[in-house]
């Protein structure tokens, strides 16, 4: 099966600049996850999909953060304005519902704010 | 909330011998799952091993084996026979359950393990 896909690879902005991630799941995996990895430490959880609902955004920074997953499928995560700490690697992953069931990675986005 | 902590932050081996890295987690849950994910340079997140906390019995994967002490807390994992392919980061990972916000999974920072040829 394809994997999870997400574009761009890399991006370099400014600070105080939008940008927007894409994340692609594996079909039929109903739970969307958008972690964001700083260098050096382990990814934390920004927001959670189940189909096209939020069941988690809890540590998202609602006020630069957004994402959207509509129809249930690709998501969209946006940063608007960025900060230099925004640096980091986003990481989307999929999963069905049950225990037999794990994630399925991307191999995420390098985000670099100047 | 659930922590996991990995306290050394980088370890070398050379190829063919053993190695074992160490996790220490908390949490007030009985039950929950512990996984191993390695994280090469391309990125992408892979399972490893994973271990349920109401098994008593150590989950085993080929060269990978963890020992899991509920009571401590700890969830080490051994990789055994090491391989120039297993250089990578090895995150230790935390989950409550499979269903809705307790699927989310919390890691520790993470360590860099390098094998010398």
């Known amino acids: 099966e394809a994997g999870v896909a997400q574009s761009p690879r890399y991006k370099i902005i400014e600070k105080r600049q939008s940008v927007a991630f894409w994340c692609n799941p594996i079909s039929g995996h109903a739970t969307l996850y958008w972690y964001q990895q700083i260098l050096g430490q382990g990814p934390k959880l920004l927001i959670q999909f189940q189909n096209n609902g939020v069941v988690d955004d809890s540590q998202l920074p609602k006020d630069r953060f957004s994402a959207e997953r509509l129809k249930g499928v690709d998501s969209t995560l946006k940063i608007q304005p960025a900060k230099l700490e925004d640096s980091a690697v986003y990481l989307c992953?999929?999963?069905?519902?049950?225990?037999?069931?794990?994630?399925?990675f991307g191999s995420g986005t390098r985000l670099t704010v100047v | 909330a659930q922590t996991v902590t990995q306290s050394q932050p980088e370890m070398s081996v050379q190829e063919a011998e053993t190695v074992t890295l160490s996790c220490t987690y908390d949490t007030s849950e009985s039950n929950y799952y512990l996984f191993w994910y390695k994280q090469p340079p391309s990125r992408q997140m892979i399972l490893v091993i994973r271990q349920e906390a109401y098994k008593q019995q150590n989950a085993t994967e080929n060269r990978f084996s963890v020992n899991f002490q509920k009571a401590a807390k700890s969830f080490s994992l051994k990789i055994s026979d090491s391989q120039l392919g297993d250089t990578a980061m090895y995150f230790c990972?935390?989950?409550?359950?499979?269903?809705?916000?307790?699927?989310?999974?919390?890691f520790g920072k993470g360590i860099t393990l390098s094998v010398r040829p």
């Open positions: 990972a935390f989950m409550r359950d499979y269903t809705g916000a307790n699927s989310k999974l919390t």
């Open positions: 992953a999929s999963s069905m519902t049950g225990i037999n069931y794990g994630y399925t």
